[in-house]
């Protein structure tokens, strides 16, 4: 009742201090984007930002799938597997002015394939983009590649006049402090175009009311205000006090808070994301623990055991406030390849743990210590204390060890943990996304976050036949397989499918998107 | 006298060298930047050239020397986070914390001598302990609990006040001010509030057990015997003899109010170097974090130097028992 009554207070005064037009959106979040530079940073809120201004081929929509963007629709070439033709769509023209053509996703593709690039490894498979005529491109892949598409959902197309008008041909040496006109600038054929950027503080971007979909979205969003704002209590702050539209990285705590006061709301939808602990199965002893000469991991049972005195419900309730699902396979519900029945095969079995730990002649248990970051997913540390507790009722004696993830990741990827928390999550919406990072042996390029030590030689030839396979129903035969292997292995113990949060005032009107990056043009304000 | 300044300047140099290096050898502890600046698909090609371009592969004295090497000719490196060169960087930052400073600085110097006086004139008033009791608060409470608690006040119940950020700002030259716009100055309220608290209450507390003190001594007494009005002995007597050791107070907190600036700039996101210093520490930006703790050093060292010179100057037996060493 008093803070109904606040918050009309507070309504009418922000009105009588600043008449800001309905349609502004003032949006908050914990970062900034890194840079406005296309194809410097692979990163998320960093592409967010850069998807209000440019635009890639194909988009995802909320659901996850495909969304023409400046490609109308793409198929490989009939008569060569190795060929994708993307049909663009005609009339659109850059925040300039400048029409579109085939001429500017060339040049885009070259540029984002430079080694500066932080985009390079996507494309990685393509060996030359040509422009067939003015609005048909085609990609030439070293051997078919059935899921390029997937690959492209972040990669911006730029203006080639322009950049090259304005010396930014090379993509901005990042790492080395380079600032180039695309850093601060930007011209897209985006829905918004940028006003002002202050990196950290603010960016305004106006509507673009050139934009080839006008007609078609919304777009009723004139202007957005994007204001970072770290402090997880400021933040919310700001949103109860009328001052935030729209908020993302909402903390779970306040989750019920905010949705009881009148005139906001919390949507949620589940994350791309998996929760899971890695264990070295691979060493023949491992440091961590108190087994001499040998290593307790490498048992499946032990694995298996691990994973039955978890108690993924207690956590989903306990820990996360409802905020999760459990989960049973290292891949969110999106992705191909995965299956309700893998996703459940995660009972909790107390007894039957400790019969499996018996069995592997660990009846009397073993200690070992659990690497946990305690900054990078909601709740991180919260879940492995849950877990400290879980696997000591089986007799598994767990020493816990939190970091920032800034000390807790280079762990994992130099093989210095025996048994580990990590997220993933899957741009692709494919399984080989997922085995290639964390199922494959671990090698300079593929298998990189594999941090379980796991190698088997017939896995990985599967694994690498996926890339080129573009019979669909033998590929999937093949995900499954190697599902199938992953799951009986437990080379991994999934804990929970993350749950994502945006609060918003119940005048804007969005789904939550699974990738956690917003397109304004959808947003409705009334 | 010459001599003397000398090695005062030669210990801060040498006491700046060791801050230096030991806020440069706890850069390893705080973990590695490498993976945060590369994304998940990075390959072990991306990790080694990325590491041998910035420097990373060599040892960490190597490391400070280039950096020491770089900061004296005002280069302090690249900022791994926003990939901008950290001195740009710093100086667009300077304004937000210098404005916010001064303005908490002000703040706490007019309402600590004002408290402090009238809390000293008129003892034992219900006013007088109600604000000696509230001022405890301005001491014992952390600083994020009281912005946390004036957000939930004035921004959350109340609506009178933002809650985030500075507001408007105008540029004049590299200077962006909030000082102009009403909305900056709303802005500022509730930030220097935070962060001016705890120099109020130190300044009142001061003021007043001073002021006690001066009230205490004979020429007040003859004064008020030869019949002068309160307010002139209060004011024109008493306070000024108050002040010689406030102002040196005053002075040396002026550092401490730009180094706390750190927690009262992230609860109210203020883009100040803070800010800047916080997000760099989550980030592992070890260029800007080792450049904001060199100018915070460099700053307080300054501060002492300025402060040991100046007493020299003043206070004739320092020169004399010198001069009987020598």
């Given at each position: 009742m008093k803070s109904t009554m606040a918050l009309t207070i507070t309504a009418m005064l922000l009105a009588t201090a600043a008449p800001v037009s309905a349609e502004t959106l003032r949006w908050a979040r914990a970062g900034d984007a890194?840079?406005?530079?296309?194809?410097?940073?692979?990163?998320?809120?960093?592409?967010?930002?850069?998807?209000?201004?440019?635009?890639?081929?194909?988009?995802?929509?909320?659901?996850?799938?495909?969304?023409?963007?400046?490609?109308?629709?793409?198929?490989?070439?009939?008569?060569?597997?190795?060929?994708?033709?993307?049909?663009?769509?005609?009339?659109?023209?850059?925040?300039?002015?400048?029409?579109?053509?085939?001429?500017?996703?060339?040049?885009?593709?070259?540029?984002?394939?430079?080694?500066?690039?932080?985009?390079?490894?996507?494309?990685?498979?393509?060996?030359?983009?040509?422009?067939?005529?003015?609005?048909?491109?085609?990609?030439?892949?070293?051997?078919?590649?059935?899921?390029?598409?997937?690959?492209?959902?972040?990669?911006?197309?730029?203006?080639?006049?322009?950049?090259?008008?304005?010396?930014?041909?090379?993509?901005?040496?990042?790492?080395?402090?380079?600032?180039?006109?695309?850093?601060?600038?930007?011209?897209?054929?985006?829905?918004?175009?940028?006003?002002?950027?202050?990196?950290?503080?603010?960016?305004?971007?106006?509507?673009?009311?050139?934009?080839?979909?006008?007609?078609?979205?919304?777009?009723e969003v004139t202007e957005i205000v994007y204001t970072p704002i770290q402090n997880a209590a400021t933040r919310v702050a700001a949103m109860l006090s009328g001052e935030v539209d729209f908020l993302q990285d909402m903390p779970v705590q306040d989750l019920e808070r905010v949705n009881a006061v009148e005139g906001l709301v919390v949507k949620q939808a589940p994350q791309n994301r998996v929760i899971f602990f890695g264990m070295n199965q691979g060493a023949d002893d491992i440091e961590a623990d108190n087994v001499d000469g040998a290593n307790p991991l490498a048992d499946v049972r032990v694995r298996k055991a691990m994973s039955m005195a978890i108690n993924r419900d207690a956590i989903q309730q306990v820990v996360m406030r409802g905020q999760s699902k459990p989960a049973g396979m290292i891949a969110p519900p999106f992705v191909n390849g995965w299956t309700a029945e893998m996703d459940a095969e995660s009972a909790t079995d107390i007894e039957g743990a400790k019969a499996l730990l018996a069995e592997a002649g660990y009846a009397d248990g073993f200690s070992i210590r659990l690497d946990c970051p305690n900054d990078r997913y909601v709740n991180d540390e919260g879940i492995c204390q849950a877990a400290v507790g879980m696997l000591g009722q089986i007799g598994v004696t767990v020493n816990l060890d939190a970091k920032p993830k800034a000390q807790h990741f280079p762990l994992i990827t130099d093989s210095q943990t025996d048994f580990y928390m990590l997220g993933w999550g899957v741009p692709t919406y494919d399984s080989e996304y997922v085995f290639n990072f964390l199922v494959h042996t671990r090698e300079d390029d593929i298998g990189t976050w594999n941090g379980t030590g796991y190698s088997n030689p017939d896995l990985d030839t599967m694994i690498k036949s996926l890339a080129s396979n573009t019979d669909l129903e033998a590929r999937n035969a093949d995900i499954a397989k190697i599902w199938r292997i992953v799951q009986d292995e437990q080379l991994y113990i999934p804990v929970h499918h993350q749950v994502l949060n945006w609060g918003m005032s119940e005048k804007v009107g969005i789904e939550v998107d699974p990738e956690d990056q917003p397109k304004v043009k959808h947003f409705t304000m009334n | 006298m010459l001599a003397y300044i000398i090695r005062r300047v030669a210990q801060s140099v040498l006491v700046l060298l060791i801050v230096g290096l030991a806020a440069f050898s706890m850069f390893t502890f705080v973990g590695d930047p490498i993976d945060n600046m590369l994304g998940q698909e990075r390959t072990a090609a991306d990790i080694e050239r990325l590491r041998i371009q910035l420097g990373l592969d060599q040892p960490f004295i190597v490391q400070y020397y280039k950096f020491l090497e770089g900061a004296l000719q005002g280069n302090f490196g690249v900022s791994y986070r926003q990939g901008r060169p950290v001195a740009d960087i710093l100086l667009e930052r300077a304004p937000a914390t210098l404005e916010l400073a001064a303005v908490s600085g002000v703040l706490a110097i007019i309402f600590g001598i004002a408290f402090g006086v009238f809390t000293a004139i008129r003892r034992d008033g219900f006013v007088s302990n109600f604000i000696m009791s509230a001022s405890l608060i301005g001491v014992s409470l952390p600083t994020f609990l009281i912005g946390i608690l004036l957000i939930y006040i004035f921004s959350v119940e109340l609506g009178w006040l933002p809650s985030f950020g500075r507001g408007e700002t105008v540029q004049i030259g590299n200077w962006s001010t909030g000082l102009l716009t009403a909305s900056g100055l709303k802005a500022l309220i509730l930030p220097s509030i935070t962060l001016g608290l705890y120099q109020m209450t130190l300044i009142m507390r001061l003021v007043r057990s001073e002021m006690l003190e001066v009230l205490r001594q004979d020429y007040i007494r003859f004064a008020r015997a030869r019949g002068l009005k309160d307010r002139a002995i209060n004011f024109r007597h008493a306070l000024k003899n108050t002040m010689v050791p406030v102002i040196t107070v005053i002075g040396l907190q002026l550092g401490a109010i730009i180094a706390f600036a750190i927690i009262t700039e992230t609860v109210f996101q203020w883009p100040g170097v803070g800010l800047l210093f916080i997000n760099a520490v989550q980030f592992v930006d070890i260029p800007v974090m080792a450049a904001y703790l060199m100018l915070i050093s460099v700053m307080f060292v300054a501060i002492n130097l300025i402060v040991d010179i100046l007493y020299f100057f003043i206070d004739p037996r320092l020169r004399v028992d010198r001069a009987k060493g020598h």
């Open positions: 890194l840079t406005l530079d296309p194809h410097a940073q692979n990163e998320g809120p960093t592409h967010t930002i850069r998807h209000q201004m440019y635009e890639p081929l194909i988009i995802r929509d909320v659901t996850g799938a495909f969304e023409a963007a400046l490609a109308t629709d793409w198929a490989p070439k009939a008569d060569d597997p190795n060929v994708w033709v993307f049909n663009l769509r005609e009339g659109v023209t850059f925040h300039d002015g400048a029409a579109f053509t085939a001429e500017d996703v060339v040049f885009s593709f070259e540029r984002a394939k430079q080694p500066n690039s932080d985009m390079k490894e996507l494309i990685g498979s393509i060996t030359e983009v040509r422009a067939v005529d003015d609005f048909t491109v085609e990609m030439v892949t070293d051997g078919p590649n059935p899921i390029l598409p997937s690959n492209l959902t972040n990669l911006f197309i730029m203006d080639k006049t322009w950049t090259e008008a304005n010396g930014t041909v090379d993509v901005q040496d990042f790492e080395g402090g380079e600032i180039t006109f695309a850093t601060t600038n930007a011209n897209g054929t985006g829905p918004y175009v940028l006003q002002s950027r202050e990196p950290d503080v603010k960016t305004v971007m106006t509507r673009n009311d050139a934009y080839w979909g006008i007609d078609q979205f919304p777009m | -």
